[in-house]
């Protein structure tokens, strides 16, 4: 954070360059110089940002209340969980699946380095409903009676 975790001086002299794309090099040549010189601490932020990113509660201290806890645990954190049953459950295809996987990870590696927040995870939910929806169609197959003899529930 600018504001608060930089050299002030620093802040300040860039802030006052004129022109966005200068005063964005000027940032980008601190951060990394900051990150070369400080490895351990980089890490640390990185592994922060995950936790922030993936948190299945709000991350603002003005929807911390009981009711968004509940509605974020049982909306969002539902839904990650049987992606994850779902990743366990089709660990043998995981070629099949390696694209979204890879967007996941591609979208969580962004994210660790730069900014993280919930909200920039929303363009990674449908595809971890679509990851849900394997292990709930299983078990709605099972209460059904519908189970696939093959096993093979996601295709």
């Known amino acids: 954070d600018w504001d608060r975790d930089a050299d002030a001086e620093t802040a300040k002299r860039i802030a006052a360059l004129p022109e966005e794309p200068a005063r964005q090099r000027a940032y980008n040549v601190v951060a990394l110089d900051y990150i070369g010189s400080h490895p351990p601490a980089f890490m640390s932020a ?19 209340s009981g009711f968004y806890i509940a509605v974020s645990i049982a909306s969002f954190g539902s839904v ?8 366990v459950r089709t660990w043998r295809r995981w070629r099949d699946l390696a694209p979204l996987y890879l967007i996941i990870a591609y979208f969580t590696l962004l994210h660790a380095v730069t900014i993280a ?22 078990l709605a197959g099972r209460l059904l009676g ?4 093959d096993g093979n529930n996601f295709t």
């Open 46 to 64: 990185a592994l922060k940002k995950v936790v922030r990113f993936w948190n299945i509660v709000p991350n603002a201290g003005e929807f911390r």
């Open 117 to 138: 927040s919930i909200r920039y995870r929303f363009p990674l939910e449908p595809l971890l409903i679509i990851l849900a929806a394997e292990p709930l169609g299983a």
């Open 146 to 149: 519908r189970e696939r003899r």
């Open 80 to 87: 990650l969980l049987l992606a994850m049953i779902c990743t």
